[in-house]
């Protein structure tokens, strides 16, 4: 018995990748450049941080959104006017999957955004002296936290075992 083949339809529906990748993915500016939120059209500013400088995106006022449509539109336009317009460079090649949205379908990726983002933000805001006068301060209890912290027994699919609170400075993230 023969069976005819007949022609399988797949798609892509999310792509989740590094902020350093989605940004040539996408055929945009760096998250860290001018218009380098992969989410909207705000512009940013530059400012001092430590030693440096680092792109913020502070809240003012209406932003418009990125869509699928709108960014194409703009990479037409990049293309035209051989400039970048608000951070797009031009089409990129995803652009052409079928039921691909090109901003919907990048996900915020998890090590980098909430461990290395969110997590250590939020971990600096409670174990730092520095906020030892606000009611979320909880930095007088670091030994019982480093104690809880280092008695987790990680899977053996881990490849790092927790370290203490004081060294959270060094801490790392992997995906395994």
Known sequence: MIRELTKAEFFLQYFP???VARCLLQNFHQYNGSFGCGTCFH???TVEKGMGF???YPVRGVVECRTAQNTLERAVDAVRLN?????VKGPTILSLLPKFDLIDGFVPEYMHSVILGVVRRFAKLWLDSENH????YIGKFTSTLSNLLQAIK???EGDRLPCCI???KFWKATVA
């Open 17 to 19: 990748c590094d902020a």
């Open 43 to 45: 512009e940013g500013e």
């Open 54 to 56: 680092t792109r913020v």
């Open 83 to 87: 400039r970048v317009i608000q951070g």
């Open 133 to 136: 006068e606000k009611p979320f």
């Open 154 to 156: 990680p899977c053996s």
């Open 166 to 168: 004081s060294q959270r």
